[in-house]
């Protein structure tokens, strides 16, 4: 995941990357539990493993099990949170949060605040299976990030 600002800096502020990547932590955690079950949340905590320059990236690795023929369990989670963060239909949006409902809705406006606030883009990928080599990469704009919060 990386975090970008108005000038494509190389740095970030430390209290705001505390909170972007606690936001975003808090998002996952509850969707997989919605998705997955309470018994399974523990799948979606995310370990950061890399800081890398370029519009300042986090790399995360997941607690799940990784699934050498198919895609892991926290793969849905991301899938979701991509659908919500792709949409530009507002009902579509709409009927994402009405199936996500709670936590999940909370924390996601909450990272979403943080990235306002703090005038982020943000771009993201994962490999949703090891088996096809499948990456979901992705860029939200500032504008989305606004239209996101007015959603």
């Not at 990386?2 to 509850?30: P, R």
């Not at 997955?36 to 990236?57: C, E, P, R």
Request: glycine letters at 2%; proline letters at 1%.
């Amino acid at each position: 995941m990386g975090f970008v600002d108005e000038h494509n800096s190389h740095e970030i502020d430390t209290d705001c990357l505390a909170q972007a990547i606690a936001t975003f932590q808090h998002t996952i955690y509850s969707c997989h539990q919605k998705l997955k079950g309470k018994q399974n949340a523990m799948q979606a905590s995310l370990k950061v493993t890399a800081f890398q320059t370029a519009s300042f990236d986090v790399e995360f690795k997941s607690a799940a099990p990784v699934d050498l023929f198919g895609p892991s369990d926290v793969s849905d989670t991301f899938s979701k949170i991509d659908n919500l963060m792709q949409t530009t239909d507002d009902n579509e949006f709409k009927l994402i949060l009405e199936d996500l409902q709670g936590r999940t809705v909370s924390n996601y406006k909450n990272f979403i605040k943080v990235l306002e606030d703090n005038r982020l883009a943000v771009k993201y990928k994962w490999v949703s299976s090891i088996a096809d080599k499948r990456v979901v990469s992705h860029v939200v704009t500032r504008h989305r990030v606004e239209k996101s919060i007015d959603s």
